[in-house]
């Protein structure tokens, strides 16, 4: 007796389905961040609706892009300590304790820590170098801070959860002891260090703006090809040449259109020329491509990732764990200082409410760009997509 073969399901859904899975499949698109780009697209869609087509505008989208640059930065150092199945709970107080450094140097010419009083009297007449060595100050001890906590959780064992609770109330706590200051408000800071704050009047402007749209589109397109060539060296499956020319193309008009919308058709308020891109945005870009080299291209990326899937046998395979995890910590650090003289910057001065709740929203910004708590998965651009909607 011959058995009958079932039927097989051949509607136009279902070969559609299979035809989506087998381009998605064949092409290398990021499912997580393809679907991040759709829901924030829904989201900002719907608000224009509700607030009568005034959301959608050029000035709201580049005050959109200019506050979202300090949580998007510091998420990504976020996306490190989270996928390493840590926590950073301080990043929002160590944040205004930064701040409250760096201006402290511009504003008195001292820099002031943890019982230290330097007085650099050449910082007195505001030189032109102040913002550089205000700077500096603040990446370094960024730095140094995230030494101490992520020594703590890597060597000593202490529950990264309780480490930087501990941050998150002495970091916050010191900023009223540094410089004898009392928490007063310290203001103003050096013009020069205010570009990074980003201001329609602190603005790449129109040519330079195209001239980065320019070297956006030239970076796409050479990344396109050098993974081509890549996967061809090593004998890997080689997208078709059309797909590889039509995402050039797509990412190439995504750049213009929305550095068109959003910063070159917005006018200055007070010139009437176009703004151009905030200085603070181009961190931001640098920031992302910097963290994205790191995760994909550097034994340090991939050893936080091998830490984050499976610990024990990141360790056995001969990975320094305790020091990647230092490494995470600093790192954090230092995009909060980054953040910090964003902040500070922007507003001109620094205060002691700076950064408050800042830690929720560096996490939440993670984890909505696909960082898992449990470890081991995360993206930078999908970090920064989840500040974007934070």
Same mark, same amino acid.
């Given at each position: 007796?011959?058995?009958?073969?079932?039927?097989?399901?051949?509607?136009?859904?279902?070969?559609?389905?299979?035809?989506?899975? /087998?381009?998605?499949?064949?092409?290398?698109?990021?499912?997580?961040?393809?679907?991040?780009?759709?829901? @924030?697209?829904?989201?900002?869609?719907?608000?224009?609706?509700?607030?009568?087509?005034?959301?959608?505008?050029?000035?709201?989208?580049?005050?959109?892009?200019?506050?979202?640059?300090?949580? =998007?930065?510091?998420?990504?150092?976020?996306?490190?300590?989270?996928?390493? #199945?840590?926590?950073? @709970? &301080?990043? *929002?107080? +160590?944040?205004?304790?930064?701040?409250?450094?760096?201006?402290?140097?511009?504003?008195?010419?001292?820099?002031?820590?943890?019982? +230290?009083?330097?007085?650099?009297? &050449?910082?007195?007449?505001?030189?032109?170098?102040?913002? %550089?060595? !205000?700077?500096?100050? *603040?990446?370094?001890?960024?730095?140094?801070?995230?030494?101490?906590?992520?020594?703590?959780?890597?060597?000593?064992?202490?529950?990264?959860?309780?480490?930087? @609770? *501990?941050?998150?109330? !002495?970091?916050?706590? @010191?900023?009223?002891?540094?410089?004898?200051?009392?928490?007063?408000?310290?203001?103003?800071?050096?013009?020069?260090?205010?570009?990074?704050?980003?201001?329609? /009047?602190?603005?790449?402007?129109?040519?330079?703006?195209?001239?980065?749209?320019? +070297?956006?589109?030239?970076?796409?397109?050479?990344?396109? $090809?050098?993974?081509?060539? #890549?996967?061809?060296?090593?004998?890997?499956?080689?997208? &078709?040449?059309?797909?590889? $020319?039509?995402?050039?193309?797509?990412?190439?008009?995504?750049?213009?259109?929305?550095?068109?919308?959003?910063?070159?058709?917005?006018?200055?308020?007070?010139?009437?020329?176009? $703004?151009?891109?905030?200085?603070?945005?181009?961190?931001? %870009?640098?920031?992302?491509?910097?963290?994205?080299?790191?995760?994909? #291209?550097?034994?340090?990326?991939?050893?936080?990732?091998?830490?984050?899937?499976?610990?024990?046998?990141?360790?056995?395979?001969?990975?320094?764990?305790?020091?990647?995890?230092?490494?995470?910590?600093?790192?954090? =650090?230092?995009?909060?200082?980054?953040?910090?003289?964003?902040?500070?910057?922007?507003?001109?001065?620094?205060?002691?409410?700076?950064?408050?709740?800042?830690?929720?929203?560096?996490?939440?910004?993670?984890?909505?760009? *696909?960082? &898992?708590?449990?470890?081991?998965?995360?993206?930078?651009?999908?970090?920064? +997509?989840?500040?974007?909607?934070?």
């Amino acid at each position: 007796m011959t058995e009958t073969a079932p039927a097989v399901d051949t509607t136009g859904s279902e070969r559609s389905r299979r035809s989506w899975r /087998e381009f998605v499949s064949s092409s290398g698109i990021d499912t997580r961040l393809l679907g991040m780009v759709v829901a @924030l697209a829904v989201i900002w869609i719907g608000f224009n609706a509700l607030s009568g087509g005034k959301f959608i505008t050029s000035r709201n989208l580049w005050n959109l892009s200019v506050q979202s640059v300090s949580i =998007g930065i510091m998420a990504t150092g976020m996306v490190f300590i989270i996928v390493t #199945r840590n926590i950073d @709970l &301080s990043v *929002g107080s +160590l944040l205004g304790f930064l701040g409250y450094t760096m201006a402290l140097v511009q504003t008195d010419g001292r820099i002031s820590v943890l019982g +230290l009083n330097l007085t650099i009297d &050449s910082l007195k007449d505001n030189p032109w170098y102040t913002w %550089i060595i !205000a700077l500096a100050v *603040g990446l370094i001890l960024g730095a140094l801070v995230g030494l101490l906590q992520g020594s703590l959780v890597a060597y000593v064992g202490v529950p990264a959860f309780i480490v930087t @609770l *501990g941050g998150y109330l !002495a970091w916050r706590g @010191l900023i009223f002891r540094t410089g004898g200051k009392q928490g007063q408000t310290l203001a103003p800071l050096d013009e020069t260090f205010r570009y990074l704050g980003g201001a329609p /009047e602190r603005s790449l402007g129109d040519w330079k703006t195209w001239i980065v749209a320019g +070297l956006v589109c030239a970076g796409i397109v050479s990344s396109i $090809v050098m993974a081509r060539r #890549r996967r061809q060296r090593h004998d890997l499956v080689v997208r &078709s040449l059309s797909m590889d $020319v039509g995402f050039a193309i797509a990412g190439c008009v995504a750049v213009v259109v929305g550095i068109w919308l959003v910063a070159v058709k917005y006018a200055s308020p007070t010139t009437g020329e176009p $703004v151009g891109i905030a200085y603070p945005v181009l961190i931001l %870009i640098g920031v992302t491509l910097m963290m994205t080299y790191l995760a994909r #291209r550097r034994r340090f990326g991939r050893y936080i990732f091998a830490y984050g899937g499976n610990p024990e046998a990141a360790e056995l395979g001969g990975i320094n764990t305790r020091r990647t995890i230092t490494y995470t910590y600093m790192v954090m =650090g230092m995009l909060c200082a980054v953040s910090a003289a964003i902040q500070t910057a922007r507003l001109n001065s620094a205060t002691t409410n700076l950064g408050i709740q800042n830690e929720l929203d560096v996490i939440a910004a993670a984890v909505i760009g *696909g960082t &898992s708590f449990s470890g081991g998965i995360g993206t930078i651009p999908g970090a920064v +997509l989840g500040a974007v909607v934070m």
